[in-house]
């Protein structure tokens, strides 16, 4: 692995357990085996370190949205797949997970700003071509909607925590898909 990925990686996995706030570049550079101008080389600050690290976990969840949005699938099973997305980032980028849950509650970046802004703005659009089509319950609110996912990952987030976590992906999936189905009641 390059030093910059090497960089990265140490950062998430210490800003995930630590916060940005107690994390520190010396303590990034010795986990990622690196000197400490290689993190000012390659990222200038430890504020822009973070913003890459956001930017690029953005991106792969952009081009998954993206790519459901385009589908021809029906607005619910877009709607699951949205879902499944979230899911699956929560379980599997755990960690990324954390830090955009962290930077949300705590200083609210603008590239987490605009992660909010986009996943909104599809659960939205999937919720009034649903409505539209007849799919969905014109009574369904998407900001309501979009509140309830995430917040029910982000509860998901803080009882991973605790050493009593007995639900898995399929419990919270299951939970969320419970949701979604109540979109054309």
Do not use: C, W
């Amino acid at each position: 692995m390059d030093p910059k990925h090497q960089i990265m990686k140490a950062a998430i996995h210490l800003i995930a357990q630590k916060g940005f706030a107690a994390t520190s570049i010396r303590e990034i550079a010795m986990m990622a085996s690196v000197n400490l101008s290689m993190i000012n080389y390659y990222f200038s600050s430890k504020n822009r370190l973070l913003d890459s690290i956001l930017q690029e976990g953005i991106q792969k969840i952009m081009e998954k949205i993206q790519s459901i949005l385009t589908g021809r699938q029906a607005e619910l099973e877009k709607m699951f797949a949205m879902i499944d997305i979230h899911i699956t980032y929560a379980f599997h980028q755990h960690e990324m997970a954390k830090i955009f849950f962290q930077e949300e509650l705590v200083k609210n970046s603008p590239a987490v700003q605009e992660l909010r802004q986009i996943n909104y703005k599809s659960f939205e659009e999937i919720i009034h071509t649903g409505q539209l089509n007849g799919a969905f319950s014109d009574n369904i609110n998407p900001a309501l909607f979009y509140s309830t996912i995430v917040g029910t990952i982000q509860q998901f987030m803080v009882k991973q925590l605790s050493p009593d976590m007995t639900a898995d992906k399929y419990t919270y999936a299951k939970r969320l898909s419970k949701q979604a189905e109540e979109l054309n009641d």
